[in-house]
């Protein structure tokens, strides 16, 4: 597969108009031919994102999503402090699926459809989310 990346790389350097753009989370585990000038030559190293662009992050996955009064998305932001924006946004899916969860297992599958109101997701969600991804 590399291979034939290289390949296709060589030949879009043909096209000067053309710009290749490429994303990874593990630079170190890329082939050294990659790298190489004429490939992917010019790295931009993008962090984590801060405190108020995690609020801003979590805003965004949460905008549909039922919270409780006790969820402080500040509070949730400053404690997250060295998470990715995927990262944030698994944190948001993990914490609903134990929200759903909680209900799902009080009630009968049928008439879960008619509960899907009661579904809220709490702080203790997030913690137990946050702990779940932590340990994975």
Same mark, same amino acid.
């Given at each position: 597969?590399?291979?034939?990346?290289?390949?296709?790389?060589?030949? @879009?350097?043909?096209? !000067?108009? %053309? &710009?290749?753009?490429? +994303?990874?989370? /593990?630079?170190?585990?890329?082939?050294?031919? %990659? %790298?190489?000038?004429?490939?992917?030559?010019?790295?931009?190293?993008?962090?984590? !994102?801060?405190?108020?662009?995690?609020?801003? #992050?979590?805003?965004?996955?949460?905008?549909?999503?039922?919270?409780?009064?006790?969820?402080?998305?500040?509070? %949730?932001? @400053?404690?997250?402090?060295?998470?990715?924006?995927?990262?944030?946004?698994?944190?948001? /899916?993990?914490?609903? &699926? /134990? +929200? &759903?969860? =909680? #209900?799902?297992?009080?009630?009968?599958?049928?008439? +879960?459809?008619?509960? @899907? =109101?009661?579904?809220?997701?709490?702080?203790?969600?997030?913690?137990?989310?946050?702990?779940?991804?932590?340990?994975?």
């Amino acid at each position: 597969m590399v291979s034939q990346l290289l390949t296709e790389l060589d030949r @879009a350097a043909e096209h !000067p108009a %053309l &710009v290749v753009v490429a +994303a990874t989370n /593990r630079k170190g585990s890329l082939d050294p031919a %990659l %790298l190489r000038p004429g490939r992917l030559e010019q790295h931009i190293e993008v962090p984590d !994102p801060d405190e108020l662009a995690r609020r801003e #992050i979590l805003a965004v996955h949460t905008r549909e999503t039922p919270l409780g009064e006790d969820v402080d998305l500040d509070a %949730l932001a @400053a404690s997250t402090e060295g998470l990715s924006g995927a990262q944030l946004e698994a944190l948001v /899916r993990e914490a609903s &699926v /134990r +929200a &759903v969860r =909680e #209900i799902a297992t009080e009630i009968d599958p049928a008439a +879960a459809a008619d509960r @899907a =109101e009661d579904v809220t997701v709490t702080a203790a969600h997030f913690a137990a989310a946050r702990d779940s991804l932590a340990e994975a």
